[in-house]
């Protein structure tokens, strides 16, 4: 079965930094991203990645990076400079499609996701 876990998330003061893990199992993926969800609002697309390269939502560009080890099946967010209105759990995806070569910001295109974890930055 398909499994996404993620890990590295805490509480860190304003600019600070932090590297977020998505460990998968089951199957490899072309395409993943990460997602992010406060309480009350929508879930907003962070950034995604394909085979090499990726990019970020312009919330966060210039001070996340989005990157993967394929050989350990594993995606992973380095947050730089962090602010507390980045606070929120922030969710792995996966986007099943073996086809799909342009990576989304939609969340309706990833079809696999983890549990989440979460991210506080205090001011």
């Known amino acids: 079965q398909v499994q996404l876990v993620e890990s590295g998330g805490g509480l860190v003061q304003a600019g600070g930094s932090l590297r977020l893990s998505c460990a998968a199992s089951?199957?490899?993926?072309?395409?993943m991203g990460w997602f992010r969800q406060a309480p009350g609002k929508e879930r907003e697309f962070v950034a995604t990645?394909?085979?090499?390269?990726?990019f970020a939502a312009d919330s966060v560009k210039g001070r996340f990076t989005i990157s993967r080890d394929n050989a350990k099946n594993t995606v992973y967010l380095q947050m730089n400079s962090l602010k507390p209105e980045d606070t929120a759990v922030y969710y792995c995806?996966?986007?099943?499609?073996?086809?799909?070569?342009?990576?989304?910001?939609?969340?309706?295109?990833?079809?696999?996701w983890g549990q989440g974890t979460q991210v506080t930055v205090s001011s």
């Open positions: 990645i394909r085979w090499s390269g990726g």
């Open positions: 995806a996966a986007d099943s499609s073996s086809v799909r070569t342009i990576p989304s910001r939609t969340a309706r295109a990833y079809d696999y």
């Open positions: 089951g199957r490899t993926f072309n395409i």
